[in-house]
């Protein structure tokens, strides 16, 4: 499959899901219906045991409409709103759950009550229980369960499940490649006037994938997912303007479009940034601002980031040097399989730098990373340290030289390398 901007975006999946921890509630609507609320009137209607007034009494709780804001007093009713069955009410406090202040989560809670939502058809519960399967979180990662439950979503008109669907059919992922499918899911979260489905069906233009190409049409589809909040919208429309393809080339307007998806928690926008200020691409070099996003990043999960915040701790480039923050962000990397971190991670456990120096670790990571890179100066020499018969033994300052190299290779693909083709 060739390298193209579809593609590079929708393989880690991160159009439609950001990160895994991106669940949705269905409480927007309802705000910008009733932006008003009679909170004493809700709460008369809501103590008498009315299940909608328990409801949007949480929403009020939940937004800071016409009460102070409290997590702890929207769950209360939202819990009050589910137990009598209120489906929308069963999404919204798992979403809580999930997603709200830390003294509150709890996954197992929130899975139960996606799971009791998405049972009584609630079309954003199946799309969240979907979300989760797929990423494992607080449930057995299962391609199997995600695709019922995203598909169950989607029959009942979901938009959010509708653009996943339509970019699964569209990259492949879990499905066949279909881009009849891709397109006909696209257009009907489109017609719902769903940011996301916008997104996707401007990726699809800017690709040519069950449509002719038309960059003119794909860049005014992102542009619209982009106006009404889409954070995939913002980042490929970001890309676009980063490589100047199907409009002119404005570095200024790319790290605008990437804050925006950035601040929304899009990951890849996050690292984004932090490439763009760590290099100066198109904006003033800024360690400390690009040490922030990659945090952000990193803070997910994001093995890139970690990586390249690990290197930065390490040489002590434009923050101070923490050699025992740059070992478990580089190890992060490393568990999943970043190349760079593994070899420089290696290269720590070959000098004993910040971890307790182990050769035969060394060697492991040195040779994971090897499938990607060339490490046969380094697998030599750690050889030769294991079996100092064969070859003479390396001094310590020898084996910390392999660190030094290991912090050489690292530097990441240039921002031009992450634009679409």
């Not at 499959?1 to 921890?21: K, Y």
């Not at 009460?67 to 009050?80: G, I, L, T, V």
């Not at 009942?156 to 499905?175: D, E, F, I, Q, R």
């Not at 303007?241 to 990437?258: C, I, M, Q």
Request: glycine share 10%; with cysteine.
């Amino acid at each position: 499959m060739r390298r193209n901007l579809l593609v590079f975006i929708a393989l880690t999946f991160g159009l439609i899901f950001p990160s895994a921890a991106w669940p949705q509630s269905a409480t927007s609507a309802l705000i910008s219906k009733s932006p008003r609320v009679d909170v004493k009137a809700l709460m008369n209607k809501a103590n008498s045991g009315n299940p909608e007034a328990q409801f949007e009494l949480g929403v009020a709780y939940e937004h800071g409409l016409g009460a102070d804001k409290s997590e702890y007093d929207a769950m209360r009713w939202y819990r009050m709103a589910a137990n009598s069955g209120h489906t929308e009410a069963q999404n919204s406090l798992a979403y809580l759950y999930e997603i709200g202040s830390e003294s509150l989560r709890d996954i197992a809670e929130a899975v139960k009550w996606y799971r009791r939502g998405a049972i009584y058809g609630n079309s954003m519960s199946q799309y969240n229980l979907g979300r989760l399967y797929l990423y494992g979180r607080g449930v057995p990662q299962s391609n199997d369960e995600a695709l019922y439950w995203l598909r169950k979503s989607a029959d009942s008109n979901c938009p959010l499940a509708l653009a996943a669907l339509g970019l699964m059919y569209a990259t492949g992922h879990l499905v066949p490649i279909d881009s009849n499918q891709a397109l006909k899911l696209t257009k009907k979260a489109v017609k719902q006037h769903s940011a996301e489905g916008e997104a996707v069906l401007g990726i699809l233009y800017v690709d040519g994938f069950g449509v002719s190409k038309n960059l003119a049409e794909g860049t005014k589809w992102l542009g619209k997912a982009a106006e009404n909040g889409s954070a995939a919208g913002q980042y490929a429309l970001g890309l676009l303007h980063a490589a100047g393809k199907g409009v002119e080339r404005n570095p200024e307007e790319a790290v605008r479009l990437f804050r925006l998806a950035a601040e929304q928690g899009a990951v890849q926008a996050q690292h984004a940034l932090g490439q763009i200020y760590e290099f100066g691409q198109g904006v003033p070099a800024d360690r400390k601002e690009a040490v922030a996003w990659y945090r952000r990043a990193a803070d997910q999960g994001d093995p890139e980031s970690a990586t390249r915040l690990g290197s930065i701790f390490l040489l002590g480039q434009g923050v101070d040097k923490n050699v025992n923050e740059a070992v478990k962000l580089l190890t992060l990397g490393a568990e999943k399989e970043n190349p760079y971190a593994q070899f420089n991670l290696a290269g720590l456990y070959a000098s004993g730098t910040g971890v307790q120096r182990d050769l035969q670790k060394a060697l492991s990571l040195f040779t994971l990373a090897g499938k990607t890179l060339d490490v046969s100066k380094q697998l030599n020499d750690i050889t030769s340290q294991l079996n100092p018969e064969g070859s003479g033994a390396k001094t310590a300052p020898e084996a910390a030289s392999v660190s030094s190299a290991s912090n050489a290779r690292l530097p990441s693909a240039t921002y031009s390398d992450r634009s679409p083709q």
